[in-house]
T-cell receptor
Framework: EDQVTQSPEALRLQEGESSSLNCSYTVSGLRGLFWYRQDPGKGPEFLFTLYSAGEEKEKERLKATLTKKESFLHITAPKPEDSATYLCAVQSVSNFGNEKLTFGTGTRLTIIP | GAVVSQHPSWVICKSGTSVKIECRSLDFQATTMFWYRQFPKQSLMLMATSNEGSKATYEQGVEKDKFLINHASLTLSTLTVTSAHPEDSSFYIC??????????FGPGTRLTVT
């Protein structure tokens, strides 16, 4: 069974204070690792997909990296608008042959002005 | 691009009644749609996957007779919660995919069963 563990559960940072969020996973046949941002009461917003160890992707203040066992979401000089829950998910093929995402429980990030 | 809508955004129903939730891909054709459920402070849990024109495939532990899914077109999927009970109260989120390496999520529907 695919498993995704995210840490820390919650993180409070001062505006401008850089940090990293961790996503460790076990999966049989990784097709991709996804990062999403979710605001309260809303659906997840797509950020990145990573496919192989060593791959990196950047978007504004966010950078995602991938190893064979974990992924990191680095946030550089965050702003209050970066406050959200960040979700990590692994994609694999289900028993029915469908592409399936298994999510972690997320890291709730709060940026203090 | 890649916008997914859900309707309604919230619904309150009485125990024993049925409620239908719609999921639409507004600017693309979705070959596959997914339905998730999210309880407070918990992860999104995949309930079922549906491909246009075929029967949905349900995850283990999800009652297919209770959660009816119809994927009638490349832009519309519906989830009907039949004979709803208070324990079915949750946040239901759909996603739509046109390629295997992407899933775009709707804004979610908050269901409260009284």
């Amino acid at each position: 069974e695919d498993q995704v563990t995210q840490s820390p559960e919650a993180l409070r940072l001062q505006e401008g204070e850089s940090s990293s969020l961790n996503c460790s996973y076990t999966v049989s046949g990784l097709r991709g690792l996804f990062w999403y941002r979710q605001d309260p009461g809303k659906g997840p917003e797509f950020l990145f997909t990573l496919y192989s160890a060593g791959e990196e992707k950047e978007k504004e203040r966010l950078k995602a990296t991938l190893t064979k066992k974990e992924s990191f979401l680095h946030i550089t000089a965050p702003k209050p608008e970066d406050s959200a829950t960040y979700l990590c998910a692994v994609q694999s093929v289900s028993n029915f042959g469908n592409e399936k995402l298994t999510f972690g429980t997320g890291t709730r990030l709060t940026i203090i002005p | 691009g890649a916008v997914v809508s859900q309707h309604p955004s919230w619904v309150i129903c009485k125990s024993g009644t049925s409620v239908k939730i719609e999921c639409r891909s507004l600017d693309f054709q979705a070959t596959t749609m997914f339905w998730y459920r999210q309880f407070p402070k918990q992860s999104l849990m995949l309930m079922a996957t549906s491909n246009e024109g075929s029967k949905a495939t349900y995850e283990q532990g999800v009652e297919k007779d209770k959660f009816l899914i119809n994927h009638a077109s490349l832009t519309l999927s519906t989830l009907t919660v039949t004979s709803a009970h208070p324990e079915d109260s949750s946040f239901y989120i759909c996603s739509a995919s046109r390629r295997a390496d992407e899933q775009y999520f709707g804004p979610g529907t908050r269901l409260t069963v009284t």
